[in-house]
C-alpha cells in the first residue's frame, strides 16, 4: 500500500515522499522517493505497486543492483 507524505524543505518549499510497502509469500519490501509535485509521487507509486505486485516482482526488487560477484561473495 502506498502513502504520500507531504514534507517542508528547509526554503519553505514542498516535497512529497511516496512511500511503498508490500508483504507477500512472507517477503517484504518497502521503497521510498521524493518528488517535487503531489501528482508525480502519486503516479510513481502507483506504477511501483503494480511492478511489486507481479510474479517474482518482490523478490526482483530485492536483487535489484547486484551483481554477480555480490551474490557470489554471500555464498557461504
Do not use: C
Not at 504520500?4 to 508483504?23: C, E, H, L, M, P
Not at 509535485?37 to 547486484?66: D, F, H, Q, T
Amino acid at each position: 500500500m502506498a502513502t504520500i507524505r507531504k514534507r517542508r524543505k528547509k526554503d519553505g518549499s514542498f516535497s512529497y515522499i511516496a512511500q511503498v510497502r508490500i508483504a507477500r509469500d512472507g517477503h517484504r519490501h518497502a521503497e521510498s522517493k521524493a518528488f517535487p509535485r503531489k501528482a508525480m509521487a502519486e503516479e510513481w507509486a502507483k506504477r511501483r505497486e503494480l511492478e511489486l505486485m507481479s510474479p517474482g516482482g518482490i523478490l526482483s526488487a530485492k536483487w535489484r543492483g547486484v551483481t554477480l560477484n555480490d551474490a557470489i561473495n554471500l555464498l557461504p
